[in-house]
């Protein structure tokens, strides 16, 4: 097919900031959430994951049941959605008091 580009389960992330991005940090990407593959250097790019599940830090003070929709704010996994770029789906339950919850990317 003449129009394909590629299978969306990654895209380009520009690292616009002073310092590095790290791997496994999730990355908003407009109203998208990617999830950096390898280490990406101040000012250059790199690809981000988009699809999958992924264990990302939580909001210690949500309690989150398996299945809800997520958001991400300030690099952390929330439910409230205010200021926030959608993540996905708890793909597993977490308790409040726990820092990580495994999420299905922008499902």
Do not use: C, F
Not at 7 to 17: E, L
Not at 20 to 42: C, E, F, N, Q, R
Not at 56 to 75: E, H, R, T
């Amino acid at each position: 097919m003449k129009n394909y580009l590629q299978d969306g389960h990654t895209i380009t992330i520009k690292n616009t900031g002073t310092d590095a991005i790290l791997s496994g940090t999730p990355v908003p990407v407009g109203d998208l959430l990617a999830v950096a593959i390898a280490d990406i250097p101040a000012g250059e790019s790199g690809e981000g994951v988009t699809s999958g599940v992924v264990k990302l830090p939580k909001l210690a003070s949500d309690n989150i049941p398996q299945g809800k929709a997520l958001n991400i704010k300030d690099g952390k996994v929330q439910i409230d959605g205010t200021g926030a770029t959608p993540a996905g789906k708890a793909w597993e339950a977490a308790a409040a008091n726990t820092t990580t919850v495994a999420v299905r990317l922008n499902g």
